[in-house]
Nanobody, 113 residues
């Protein structure tokens, strides 16, 4: 059974940073693409970043250069380092396994002065 547990969200001022983590279990982590997605009432669901088992990451254009996705195949964890946060980054952030269509419970990120 796929299990995804996000952590690291919080409230920060514009320009601040947060580092999200997603601990996984229940599947062969090292073989699968992993992603971070976010959801807001206004914009709906967006795929923020994605990373292949080995391979280069891809990013939503609005976060390119500010966010970095990474993975630790030994620990079965993915990360999202978010720098230079903007108010429009405010959302619930979810860890996502595309091939299994599985989401975690989410972690809230709020960027406000």
């Amino acid at each position: 059974q796929v299990n995804l547990v996000e952590s690291g969200g919080g409230s920060v001022q514009p320009g601040g940073s947060l580092n999200l983590s997603c601990e996984t279990s229940g599947f062969t982590f090292s073989q699968y693409v992993m992603a971070w997605q976010r959801e807001t009432p206004g914009r709906g669901r967006e795929r923020v970043a994605m990373i292949a088992p080995p391979g280069g990451p891809t990013y939503l254009p609005s976060v390119e250069g500010r966010f970095t996705i990474s993975r630790d195949n030994f620990k079965k964890v993915i990360y999202l380092q978010m720098n230079k946060l903007k108010p429009e980054d405010t959302a619930m952030y979810y860890c996502y396994v595309p091939t299994h269509d599985k989401w975690g419970q989410g972690t809230q990120v709020t960027v406000s002065s």
